[in-house]
């Protein structure tokens, strides 16, 4: 048989029949693994299933904090828009009292009145 390289794919020659039961043999002794090998890939297939394990955890865990975060925060945007609603209405009623017709009307309304005036309360309040 001609030398024959891997990656030469020019000549090949088809074997007899004895000489193909050779190598499967060959090949069943190279197929079994060497135990420290074996011990090695199931160390290595055991760390990586505990690290996509530990992975999948912390995503998992990250995201519920997450969660938890968009609550507080939803409720704090909730908190400062009725905030910023009762300050508007603060801001409307301090215009207001700059304006002397309705300082007058709030003064009638808790009893007072100009000099020479008289309030009748009609209880309505």
């Known amino acids: 048989m001609p030398f024959h390289r891997m990656n030469d794919n020019i000549l090949q020659f088809r074997r007899t029949s004895q000489e193909s039961e050779k190598p ?4 069943r002794k190279q197929r079994s693994l060497h135990p420290v090998v074996r011990r090695r890939r199931l160390i290595w297939l055991g ?3 505990l690290f996509f394990c530990w992975a999948i955890v912390e995503l998992i865990v990250q995201q519920v904090h997450i969660w938890d975060r968009e609550k507080i925060l939803a409720e704090r945007k909730a908190e400062l828009a009725d905030g910023q609603r ?3 209405e603060l801001k409307d009623e301090i215009k207001k009292l700059h304006d002397e017709k ?3 009307e709030l003064a009638h309304k808790m ?11 009609t209880g309505d309040d």
């Open 102 to 104: 309705y300082l007058l």
């Open 111 to 121: 009893g007072f009145g100009k000099p020479g005036e008289e309030v009748y309360s």
């Open 86 to 88: 009762h300050t508007k």
């Open 47 to 49: 760390a990586m299933v």
């Open 24 to 27: 499967k043999v060959r090949e």
